[in-house]
C-alpha cells in the first residue's frame, strides 16, 4: 500500500474494518464514532481501539477479532506469554509479510542487517519453533517471535534446545511429558570464539535475562573477547524486569546490563540496539541507547505508525513529554486481517519528543521510553527450564 497520506488511510481502515467485524462496529458504536471525522496528530484519541486482553486466549474473543474467514489466514501468531495465558492474532499472509517488513527496516535501521553474516540467538531454532504443538479451529498457531526470526536468512546458532534424555527419564519415572528446555553452553563459546577469531559481522541477541546472566557467568569466570567493530547486541520484547517468556530472573539495570557486556565484547554502546514490538500490532519500534537518558530511546516513524499515551487512571489522553502512561499504537498498514488498527497494550511508557531524537537528531519521529507493565509479570508455563545459565552451574562445581 503507498503511503501516500498516513491520515487518510487510517480514516479508510477504520471505516472498512468496522465493516469487517461486527465487534469492532460494536466498539465504534459505543463511542457514537464518526467515520468522518477528519483525522491528524491532534485527534487520535477519539479512533476506537481494542484493549490488548481481547486477543488472550483465556477470553476466547480472538476468533472474534477476524475480518476475513479463518479458513484464509496464514496462521495464527502467538505471544511467548509470560502469564501464561498467550495472546492469539490472525493474520493472512499479506499481513505477516508486513510486519515482517516492518522489523526488517528496524533491524537495517538499529542493527545494521544487511551486513551481518552470523546470528547467535539465546531461542530454540525456527525448526523446533515449527514443530510445537498448537491448533486453534483447526488452523495452526506460531510464535509471533518464529515470523521475525525467520526473516533473517542467515548462519544462526540457536542456543535453546529439548533435552530428550531429561523428557524420556522424566516419562519413565513419572508417567507424564514435561519439556526440558536448555541453553548450549558448548554452542555459544564456539560460535563466540569463531566470531572472535575471524573478525565476523555478527550480531548476537533476544532474551535480555538470558544473555545477562550468562555473560555475566562469562566474566566472572574471566573470559573476555576482542569482537570486531561490526558486532551488535540486540535486546527485544522486554525483559528487564527479570521475566522473558517462562524465564523468570533478577531484574536488570540497563545501564548495567550495557557496561557489563562492553567489557565483556570490547565494543562501545553504540553497538547496542533495542526493539519494540507486540503480537497484538505489526509495528515495531527500533531504537539505540542514550547515555543521557540512560535508557533505550525507541522511534516511531509517523509515516508507519502513531503512539499515543492514555493516562493509568482516567484512560484520557496525555500530551505532555516525560509523563507516564498506558501505550496505544494506531497504523492502518498490516491488519487487513484482523481488528489490530489501534491497540491499547498494558505496557507503561513516556514519550521523550514528539517529533526529533535528542540524541540522534533524526526527524519526524516520537520518541519514547519503556518504563513497566501494568500487568502482573510470573514467568508461568509449561515447561521446565534447566541448565539456563551452564556457566553458572559450573561455578558451583
Not at 516525560?322 to 501505550?327: H, N
Amino acid at each position: 500500500m503507498s503511503r501516500i497520506n498516513f491520515y487518510d488511510d487510517l480514516r479508510q481502515e477504520i471505516k472498512q474494518t468496522a465493516a469487517d467485524n461486527p465487534y469492532y462496529k460494536n466498539i465504534c458504536a459505543e463511542a457514537n464514532y464518526d467515520f468522518d471525522t477528519q483525522l491528524d496528530e491532534t485527534n487520535l484519541e477519539e479512533v476506537p481501539y481494542v484493549n490488548w486482553a481481547a486477543f488472550k486466549e483465556s477470553n476466547q474473543l480472538f476468533d472474534k477479532l477476524l475480518r476475513i474467514p479463518f479458513e484464509e489466514l496464514s496462521h495464527w501468531t502467538i505471544s511467548s506469554s509470560t502469564s501464561g495465558d498467550p495472546s492469539i492474532v490472525g493474520r493472512a499472509p499479506e499481513d505477516v509479510k508486513v510486519f515482517q517488513e516492518n522489523y526488517k527496516r528496524l533491524f537495517e535501521q538499529f542493527s545494521y542487517m544487511s551486513t551481518i553474516q552470523k546470528l547467535v540467538l539465546f531461542s530454540p531454532s525456527v525448526g523446533f519453533m515449527n514443530r510445537m504443538p498448537g491448533t486453534w479451529m483447526g488452523k495452526r498457531g506460531f510464535l509471533f517471535y518464529r515470523d521475525i526470526t525467520d526473516i533473517w536468512n542467515l548462519d544462526t546458532t540457536f542456543l535453546l534446545f529439548l533435552n530428550v534424555r531429561k523428557l524420556v527419564f522424566h516419562l519413565l519415572t513419572h508417567f507424564k511429558f514435561k519439556t526440558f528446555i536448555e541453553v548450549d553452553g558448548k554452542a555459544l563459546l564456539k560460535a563466540l570464539k569463531d566470531i572472535e577469531k575471524r573478525q565476523i559481522p555478527a550480531l548476537v541477541g533476544n532474551s535480555a535475562p538470558l544473555m545477562f546472566k550468562t555473560f555475566n557467568d562469562c566474566k566472572q569466570a574471566g573470559q573476555t573477547y576482542s569482537m570486531p567493530e561490526t558486532f551488535r547486541v540486540q535486546t527485544g520484547g522486554g525483559g528487564w524486569s527479570g521475566v522473558k517468556g517462562r524465564v523468570k530472573t533478577d531484574p536488570i539495570d540497563k545501564a548495567v546490563f550495557i557496561e557489563s557486556l562492553s567489557e565483556l565484547f570490547n565494543i562501545n554502546s553504540s553497538n547496542f540496539a533495542d526493539c519494540f514490538g507486540a503480537t497484538e500490532s505489526p509495528t515495531a519500534f527500533g531504537g539505540h541507547w542514550s547515555k543521557t537518558y540512560g535508557d533505550f530511546l525507541l522511534h516511531v516513524e509517523k509515516e508507519h505508525a502513531q503512539i499515543i499515551l492514555r493516562s493509568i487512571d482516567t484512560f484520557e489522553r496525555i500530551r505532555d513529554v516525560k509523563e507516564p502512561g498506558v501505550l496505544e499504537i494506531i497504523t492502518p498498514y498490516g491488519v487487513k486481517s484482523y481488528t489490530g488498527l489501534a491497540v491499547l497494550l498494558d505496557d507503561i511508557v513516556e514519550v521523550v519528543d514528539f517529533n526529533r531524537c535528542p540524541d540522534c537528531g533524526r526527524e519526524n519521529v516520537i520518541i519514547f521510553r519503556h518504563l513497566d507493565k501494568l500487568t502482573p509479570q510470573s514467568g508461568k508455563g509449561c515447561s521446565s527450564y534447566t541448565r539456563l545459565f551452564p556457566f553458572a552451574e559450573k561455578k558451583k562445581e
